[in-house]
């Protein structure tokens, strides 16, 4: 089974980064873990952030999901559209689904670790 989402950024639209959660599911509706899915980009914009990546392979969580970005790669100036398509490896009664996503709130505080002992 497969899914897909149409991506359209208008040329004013300043953001760079689209997140998204995809969940697989049996034929029973539970949660697959530890499947490949396949994702594809036709058109614009990449699954990369550092270079331009049209197809990646995935492996599922515990879960059944799998978070994922389509970045549009300095495409500004113009209309962007693309199509971000996913399937499920040798799993054809699989249901897939794609949504949007909000974006991991990862605090990254690395430049607060001490490195001198501290004190009691």
């Known amino acids: 089974m497969s899914a897909s989402v ?3 950024v208008e040329s004013t639209d ?13 034929a029973d509706g539970k949660p697959l873990a530890k499947h490949d899915v396949v ?15 049209k197809q990646i392979v995935r492996e599922t969580d ?7 970005a389509w970045f549009r790669r ?3 100036g113009r209309d962007v559209k ?16 794609l ?7 990862v605090l990254n505080t ?3 670790t001490k490195t001198w002992p501290l004190l009691k």
């Open 6 to 8: 149409a991506i359209f």
């Open 14 to 26: 300043p953001r760079a980064r689209f997140n998204y959660k995809l969940t697989l599911k049996g």
């Open 39 to 53: 994702l594809r980009v036709e058109g614009d914009g990449s699954l990369q952030t550092t270079h331009d990546a």
């Open 62 to 68: 515990a879960a059944g999901e799998i978070a994922f």
């Open 74 to 76: 300095s495409i500004f």
């Open 82 to 97: 693309a199509t971000v398509s996913a399937e499920a490896r040798n799993l054809p009664d699989a249901e897939v689904t």
């Open 99 to 105: 949504e949007p996503a909000e974006a991991e709130k």
């Open 110 to 112: 690395s430049y607060r």
